[in-house]
């Protein structure tokens, strides 16, 4: 069984502590870190997915796995950052008001800092007052929507509200995506980009960055 197999299944059975030695494994044999995060902890996280949604496994299986995935994630968040350059930018990223969903979001910011943008983290359940402030605040050039939830998506167009009505919307952009979320509704909501995966939204959040700088 090739090491990734190995990554994939053991985060499907929620071993944190065997995923994380796996992924260092890999890592010291030199397999590309897209590689160890595409075929090992994304693919595991897509069965457990499948298997959520088929009603074969249930909320603790898939949060054991989402811990193992976020440990094996930690090892490789550096080696990312290594390959960036300088700060090319600064955004804030957070999961919209209501959803609790942070694996997409946080593979989001891993991407980006390793793409060398500033990240400010506002975690989980972000009202979209909170995303302005701190954009305002802290000088970010893009704020970060990701949603899991058709209930929750909706809060996007706030956040992009808030950020009109502050006047603010033509130094700040929005980028939006999560699983339910597609460029019609980006469009409709009126926000600035929508990218289907979190390597396409950190090239797209550097692109932006440049055009505003
Ligand atoms: Co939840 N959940 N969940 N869940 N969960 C989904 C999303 C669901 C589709 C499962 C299902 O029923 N098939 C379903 C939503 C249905 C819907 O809205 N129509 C669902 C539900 C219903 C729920 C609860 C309501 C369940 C309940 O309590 N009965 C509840 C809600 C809690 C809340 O948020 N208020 C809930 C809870 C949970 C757990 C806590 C158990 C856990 C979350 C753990 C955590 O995140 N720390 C969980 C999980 C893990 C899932 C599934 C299985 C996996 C989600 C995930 O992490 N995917 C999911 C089923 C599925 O997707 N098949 C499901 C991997 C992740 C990497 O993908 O986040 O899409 P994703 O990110 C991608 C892209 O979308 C993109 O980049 C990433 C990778 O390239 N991306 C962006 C993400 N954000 C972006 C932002 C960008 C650009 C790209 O720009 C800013």
Excluded: W
Excluded at 10 to 28: E, P, Y
Excluded at 138 to 163: D, F, Y
Aim: glycine share 8%; aromatic share 2%; proline share 2%.
């Amino acid at each position: 069984m090739s090491i990734l197999t190995d990554i994939s299944e053991n985060l499907q059975k929620g071993k944190a502590k065997v995923v994380k030695q796996l992924v260092q494994q890999a890592i010291d044999e030199k397999i590309p870190v897209d590689q160890i995060l595409n075929e090992g902890l994304l693919s595991g996280m897509s069965v457990i997915g499948e298997k959520f949604k088929n009603n074969e496994v249930f909320v603790p299986e898939v949060l054991v796995a989402a811990r193992a995935m976020n440990m094996g994630a930690s090892l490789l968040k550096p080696l990312m950052a290594e390959a960036g350059v300088q700060a090319t930018g600064k955004v804030c990223i957070g999961t919209v008001r209501g959803d609790l969903h942070d694996i997409g979001k946080n593979l989001v910011k891993m991407m980006m800092e390793g793409k060398g943008l500033e990240v400010v983290d506002l975690g989980t359940d972000v009202a979209p007052e909170t995303y302005v402030q701190t954009a305002l605040d802290q000088g970010c050039q893009v704020i970060c929507c990701s949603a899991l939830l058709t209930t929750t998506m909706c809060e996007m167009e706030n956040v992009v509200k808030k950020l009109e009505e502050a006047g603010a919307h033509d130094k700040i952009k929005v980028m939006v995506g999560g699983a339910p979320v597609t460029q019609a509704f980006c469009d409709q909501i009126g926000a600035d980009c929508y990218t289907a995966d979190a390597a396409s939204a950190a090239d797209a959040a550097v692109e932006i960055c440049k055009s505003i700088a």
